[in-house]
Every structure is written in structure tokens, then in C-alpha cells.
């Protein structure tokens, strides 16, 4: 007598299954790690840029302040200037506006201005670590509009589209699609 045989039934999985699995589960963890990456580097990008907001609002109360003296705080004339604060540039001492009491007081603005640039504020291990990415600051008096331009430039993570439209610190990060900028103005009306 013979018998037949019985097909048996799957007991487990076969190895190729086994590996487009694994292969499925490497591919999606290597998408994540790319994704974690990109979004490090878009929240450093916004860090620094709130930074140079509050950098530069701070210079625009500072010479809101000290009016009498505002274009003590001018450091900027024009295209291919170094005349920026920060990364070693130090401030030019005021001649020539408002009173000894106020030039003084805007040297000292412009003193901590260029150390909070620099990062003076927080140190690790004896070096300033607490600024951007080589962080400078230009004040420009436009005569035209009449208003105190103030703008922070920094070195950004990733090539963009290079800012055209102020040229405060250019060509100092290399390539000028590195160049980040904020800028702020002020206008302080004439009341005589």
C-alpha cells in the first residue's frame, strides 16, 4: 500500500524574506537619520538667526538711548568696508558728535556690542563659544531715508542664495552664498 505524501506545512520564514525585510528596515532608518540630520541643521540655521535679531535690536535700543550721539554708533560707509564690529574688528572711537559724556557712553556700547558679537558672553573651557558662526555687526546711516541701518552677519551651515541687497561683511565667509544677514532700522525723528 502506498501512501501519499501531505504536503507539509510552512513553519517559518524563508531567508530571501528575511533579508528584503532587513533591507526595508535599513532603508527607513537611514531615511530618519537623514530626516534628524537635515532638521539639526535648520534649527541651528534659526538659532542663529533669532540671535542676530536680538543682536541687532540690542544695537538699535542702544543708540535709541544715547541719540545725542547716534551716529557715534555708524561703522559702515560702503561697499568693500571692513569697518564691522566683531571677529577681532574692533570699534572705531567716536569724534565729533554730541558731548564727551555721550561719544564715551557710545564707545562703551559699541565695546559690548563687539563682545557679545564675539561670543564674550558665555565661555567654554576659557573660549567664547555664546555667538554665531562668526558673527559681525555694521551700523549705516542712510542720508537719504534718514534712518540708522543695523545689520549682523554671520557664516550659515549651508550654501543659499547670497543676500544682494546689503553688503555688510561680504566676501568675508568665503563663498558669499554662506552670508547670513539681519537687519533692522531705525529712524529718530527731528523734533527741532
Do not use: H, K
Amino acid at each position: 500500500m502506498t501512501t501519499a505524501r501531505t504536503p507539509r506545512a510552512q513553519r517559518g520564514a524563508t531567508l530571501i524574506e528575511v533579508l528584503v525585510a532587513m533591507l526595508i528596515l535599513a532603508l527607513g532608518l537611514l531615511g530618519t537619520a537623514a530626516l534628524q540630520s537635515s532638521a539639526q541643521q535648520a534649527e541651528m540655521e534659526s538659532y542663529q538667526r533669532s540671535q542676530g535679531l536680538i543682536l541687532a535690536q540690542d544695537m538699535i535700543n542702544r543708540i535709541n538711548a544715547n541719540r545725542r550721539a547716534a551716529r557715534c554708533y555708524e561703522t559702515y560707509s560702503g561697499a568693500g568696508d571692513d569697518n564691522f564690529v566683531g571677529q577681532g574688528n574692533d570699534p572705531t572711537p567716536c569724534t565729533g558728535w554730541g558731548t564727551s559724556s555721550t561719544r564715551d557712553r557710545a564707545d562703551d556700547d559699541m565695546a559690548q556690542w563687539d563682545a557679545l558679537l564675539t561670543g564674550a558672553s558665555e565661555l567654554l573651557d576659557g573660549n567664547t563659544v555664546g555667538s554665531m558662526t562668526g558673527a559681525r555687526g555694521c551700523v549705516r546711516f542712510d542720508e537719504i531715508e534718514e534712518v540708522y541701518i543695523v545689520t549682523v552677519a554671520w557664516q550659515g551651515q549651508r550654501p543659499t542664495r547670497a543676500p544682494d541687497d546689503n553688503d555688510c561683511a561680504q566676501g568675508t565667509y568665503g563663498e558669499d552664498d554662506l552670508r547670513r544677514i539681519v537687519e533692522l532700522t531705525l529712524r529718530i525723528g527731528n523734533l527741532s
